[in-house]
Structure formats: structure tokens, C-alpha cells
């Protein structure tokens, strides 16, 4: 299983981001997919999931502000973040659960003027 993120970098706040995750390995269009995301000296938190039938749920804290989505002929995984604020600066995982935990390396999103 591979899991690759990208997309990540230094935004204004309130702009906005779209982070992919390219994943191989594994039957992608079977998978509930998420993302967490983690900030140094914090644990990694919960960040969204979308189901394999396309189910979406989102934390509080990103709520009405992102959208994840899923390309299944490309095997990819997205997360689009809108009005993003200085709290949102961390690096941002994909994450499958496939016989065990698979994450990918991380891209880091820095929300800064």
C-alpha cells in the first residue's frame, strides 16, 4: 500500500487548498478514505472520511469549509479547504485502513500572511 499527498504549501488566510492523495496497493473503490491532520507536540487529529459508497463526514472544526472527494478510476483521494485560517497550519495525512493502518508521508499547509 502507498499513500502520497501533494497540494499542500503556504496560503493567505482565507484562501483556499485542494490536497490530493494518489494510493496504490490496495482495491481503492472498496475503502472508506480519511484525512487527519497533525500540528508539532499535538496528536494526529481527525480531519474528514469519505465512505467507499461516497458518504462524506467532516470534523466541527473544518465543517462547511472543505469537501472531500474521491476519483476512483484514478485512485485518488482529494480534500478541498476553503477560507483557511492561521489554525489550520499542519501537515495533513491520508489515511486507509487496510488489514492495518496505512498513512501516507504528509503535505504540509502553512495558512499565514
Known amino acids: 500500500v502507498q499513500l502520497v499527498e501533494s497540494g499542500g504549501g503556504l496560503v493567505q488566510p482565507g484562501g483556499s487548498l485542494r490536497l490530493s492523495c494518489a494510493a496504490s496497493?490496495?482495491?481503492?473503490?472498496?475503502?472508506?478514505l480519511r484525512w487527519y491532520r497533525q500540528v508539532p507536540g499535538k496528536g494526529r487529529e481527525w480531519v474528514a472520511t469519505?465512505?467507499?459508497?461516497?458518504?462524506?463526514r467532516y470534523s466541527d472544526f473544518l465543517k462547511g469549509r472543505s469537501t472531500i472527494s474521491r476519483d476512483n478510476a484514478k485512485n485518488t483521494l482529494y480534500l478541498r479547504m476553503d477560507n483557511l485560517n492561521p489554525e489550520d497550519t499542519a501537515v495533513y495525512y491520508c489515511?486507509?485502513?487496510?488489514?492495518?493502518?496505512?498513512w501516507g508521508q504528509g503535505t504540509q499547509v502553512t495558512v499565514s500572511s
Open positions: 496497493g490496495f482495491p481503492f473503490s472498496l475503502y472508506d
Open positions: 489515511h486507509v485502513f487496510y488489514s492495518r493502518d496505512y
Open positions: 469519505i465512505q467507499h459508497d461516497e458518504i462524506t
